[in-house]
């Protein structure tokens, strides 16, 4: 989802609201920004994936579970949709014009990811979980949707919905998503970083450039690109997954 549907991390984009309702304090959110600017220049590899779910975990221990949601529900117009890229909803549009079902697949939380794929008009979404006690995150998680876990989720559901994974479409930014697109019939790297582009050219796979984020009620489009028009009647998934989160990035900056 991350540099493949939104222009930023859908987890830091929530810093603000986060930090105006006592989640999170200065630093964290200065922390946050300086992860951002990273995470847009460079993205991050397995190393920093695991260092970011162990940051995570650990921030988020004791957190409210209804009070993420609350200000995820509050702030996710205001906050996503100017990050939305034109191009991604058109893809989105095309897809469910086609017939296909559209699956996001993220590493992100649910929390956030879930709202997110619902306003994209998503028919479902798989994202990370974490172990809720008493309402709150016990630091633990329970289900981590990243590398082959995104794989098994992605094969529960095919076998669940009846999809054929040899008609069904993946798109991604990073190279940590590599099982992903090896497990459909149409792979395509959007905005790959430096290891996926090298995949992507050796497989011969497609590579296209995002680059134009608008607001998300302005741009979904009401009729099918040529495009769409001429590919197959196959219904398939369009699994448009999340580039890495970056809150692994945060050891890189002192305060």
């Given at each position: 989802m991350d540099k493949t549907v939104i222009a930023k991390s859908s987890t830091l984009a929530f810093s603000k609201p986060f930090f105006d309702q006592g989640l999170l304090n200065r630093r964290a959110v200065l922390k946050s920004s300086y992860a951002q600017f990273?995470?847009?220049?460079?993205?991050?590899?397995?190393?920093?994936?695991?260092?970011?779910?162990?940051?995570?975990?650990?921030m988020c221990t004791g957190?409210?579970?209804?009070?993420?949601?609350?200000?995820?529900?509050?702030?996710?117009?205001?906050?996503?949709?100017?990050?939305?890229?034109?191009?991604?909803?058109?893809?989105?549009?095309?897809?469910?014009?086609?017939?296909?079902?559209?699956?996001?697949?993220?590493?992100?939380?649910?929390?956030?990811?879930?709202?997110?794929?619902?306003?994209?008009?998503?028919?479902?979404?798989?994202?990370?979980?974490?172990?809720?006690?008493?309402?709150?995150?016990?630091?633990?998680?329970?289900?981590?949707?990243?590398?082959?876990?995104?794989?098994?989720?992605?094969l529960e559901l095919a076998a669940r919905e009846g999809y054929s994974l040899e008609h069904c479409y993946a798109y991604s930014d990073s190279i940590t998503d590599l099982p992903m697109l090896e497990a459909v019939g149409h792979p395509t790297a959007v905005n790959p970083d430096r290891g996926l582009r090298r995949e992507a050219a050796s497989r011969d796979w497609p590579v296209v450039t995002f680059n134009k984020p608008v607001s998300l009620r302005d741009r979904l489009p009401t009729a099918p690109s040529?495009?769409?028009?001429?590919?197959?009647?196959?219904?398939?998934?369009?699994?448009l997954a999340a580039g890495a989160l970056t809150y692994s990035l945060l050891r890189r900056f002192t305060v």
């Amino acid at each position: 989802m991350d540099k493949t549907v939104i222009a930023k991390s859908s987890t830091l984009a929530f810093s603000k609201p986060f930090f105006d309702q006592g989640l999170l304090n200065r630093r964290a959110v200065l922390k946050s920004s300086y992860a951002q600017f990273l995470f847009l220049m460079s993205g991050a590899d397995h190393d920093q994936m695991n260092r970011m779910r162990s940051y995570v975990t650990a921030m988020c221990t004791g957190w409210d579970v209804e009070q993420v949601k609350s200000i995820v529900g509050e702030t996710l117009h205001e906050i996503v949709d100017p990050l939305v890229f034109a191009e991604a909803a058109d893809l989105i549009a095309d897809h469910k014009l086609c017939g296909r079902d559209v699956v996001v697949v993220s590493a992100s939380g649910e929390e956030i990811v879930a709202p997110i794929a619902r306003a994209l008009g998503a028919t479902h979404a798989m994202a990370t979980r974490m172990v809720v006690e008493d309402g709150k995150y016990t630091g633990e998680v329970e289900f981590y949707c990243y590398g082959e876990g995104k794989v098994h989720a992605i094969l529960e559901l095919a076998a669940r919905e009846g999809y054929s994974l040899e008609h069904c479409y993946a798109y991604s930014d990073s190279i940590t998503d590599l099982p992903m697109l090896e497990a459909v019939g149409h792979p395509t790297a959007v905005n790959p970083d430096r290891g996926l582009r090298r995949e992507a050219a050796s497989r011969d796979w497609p590579v296209v450039t995002f680059n134009k984020p608008v607001s998300l009620r302005d741009r979904l489009p009401t009729a099918p690109s040529s495009a769409a028009l001429a590919t197959t009647a196959a219904v398939g998934i369009s699994a448009l997954a999340a580039g890495a989160l970056t809150y692994s990035l945060l050891r890189r900056f002192t305060v």
